[in-house]
């Protein structure tokens, strides 16, 4: 059995490596983003609280990731054309996703009322913690649906 590849095989899994690459960097650059809108709009800092073993920071901050991870997926998912324009659509329409994110949890804590700052600060699980983590993972959803 003799097989043949094509010409161009070789090339064409260069080029695929390559863009795998970029959008993996695309995708790392928008999940930093997403952490620190996360971080800089959430009460208190939650790396340290992480760090400290909070388990209510532990679950609104891997809640928030999560929902991150959905937008930034979804973003890169849904981009088109060539490689330039997939990779600007995908930091675009992720960025874009990522500021209705935020906004869109802080709006939904408002309107439930959930005091953000004590319940992360808690030594002691809090139930309410996981109100804002389904906010966060039910927003984010919403938004990565939205891109798509």
């Not at 795998?20 to 809108?37: H, N």
């Not at 340290?48 to 999560?66: F, Y």
Request: overall charge negative; glycine content about 10%; hydrophobic content about 60%.
């Amino acid at each position: 059995m003799n097989v043949a590849l094509s010409e161009g095989f070789f090339g064409d899994i260069a080029w695929g490596i390559g863009a795998i690459a970029l959008y993996a960097i695309v995708g790392l650059l928008l999940m930093f983003i997403g952490f620190y809108a996360i971080d800089f709009t959430t009460p208190g800092k939650l790396s340290e609280l992480v760090r400290s073993g909070l388990p209510n920071a532990v679950i609104v901050t891997s809640s928030g990731l999560l929902s991150m991870a959905f937008i930034v997926v979804v973003a890169i998912w849904a981009s088109t054309g060539d490689l330039a324009e997939g990779l600007i659509m995908s930091l675009v329409f992720g960025f874009v996703g990522i500021v209705v994110q935020v906004a869109a949890v802080r709006v939904l804590e408002f309107a439930t009322r959930i005091d953000v700052r004590s319940t992360i600060e808690s030594e002691r699980y809090a139930p309410a913690s996981l109100v804002v983590a389904a906010a966060h993972l039910a927003l984010g959803l919403v938004v990565a649906v939205a891109i798509s």
